[in-house]
């Protein structure tokens, strides 16, 4: 009886200690983000280039703040023309690393989605920082591009429209 309790309580320090400090590869969990907006009504999009689209929003609505001409960057985090897709694709975040602001075809677990997407979000606020936020149909191209795999250049067509990507 007591081997067992032991052996119990052996395994909840371990699970304890991983869940503090996850290895820089492992990816967390950030179904805790809530109140996010639904995207179900809006068209799944299956061709999205990362410059016009993805770029074009960050331009719109994230480097007022988020860029490396006007310091300090917020959360380390610039969405500048030519840095923004190696800034946030498998890139942990600096608020709280175990978490990862791009995670490719999974935008259930990366935080850039989660925060414009959510009113609660993992970490800190949701963005743009104090509004306006983004438009649906903004959040669902953003949603599309990381399920379609988060590419540098333009998402693939050919293995995405036979099946639903949303989820
Ligand atoms: C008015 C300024 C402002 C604007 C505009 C803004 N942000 Fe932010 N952003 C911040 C601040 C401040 C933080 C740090 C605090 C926080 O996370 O709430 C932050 C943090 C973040 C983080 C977390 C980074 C990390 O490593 O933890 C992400 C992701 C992010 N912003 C994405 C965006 C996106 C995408 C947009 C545009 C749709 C945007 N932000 C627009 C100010 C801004």
Request: some cysteine; glycine content about 8%; overall charge negative.
């Amino acid at each position: 009886m007591r081997a067992i309790a032991l052996r119990g309580l052996w395994l909840l320090a371990v699970v304890g200690t991983a869940r503090a400090e996850p290895g820089p590869s492992q990816t967390q969990d950030i179904s805790s983000a809530s109140m996010c907006d639904s995207i179900d009504s809006v068209p799944v999009t299956f061709t999205i280039d990362y410059q016009s689209a993805i770029q074009g929003i960050f331009n719109a609505n994230c480097v007022a703040c988020h860029t490396n001409t006007a310091p300090p960057l917020p959360a380390g985090l610039s969405l500048d023309p030519g840095v923004s897709w190696s800034a946030i694709v498998n890139h942990a975040s600096s608020q709280r690393p175990g978490l990862v602001r791009v995670v490719p075809n999974r935008p259930d677990l990366s935080l850039l989605f989660h925060k414009v997407n959510c009113a609660v979000p993992d970490v800190g606020a949701r963005m743009p920082y104090g509004g306006p936020y983004l438009s649906i149909q903004d959040q669902a191209l953003i949603h599309d591009w990381i399920a379609g795999g988060a590419p540098s250049g333009t998402t693939d067509t050919i293995f995405r429209s036979g099946f639903e990507i949303r989820d």
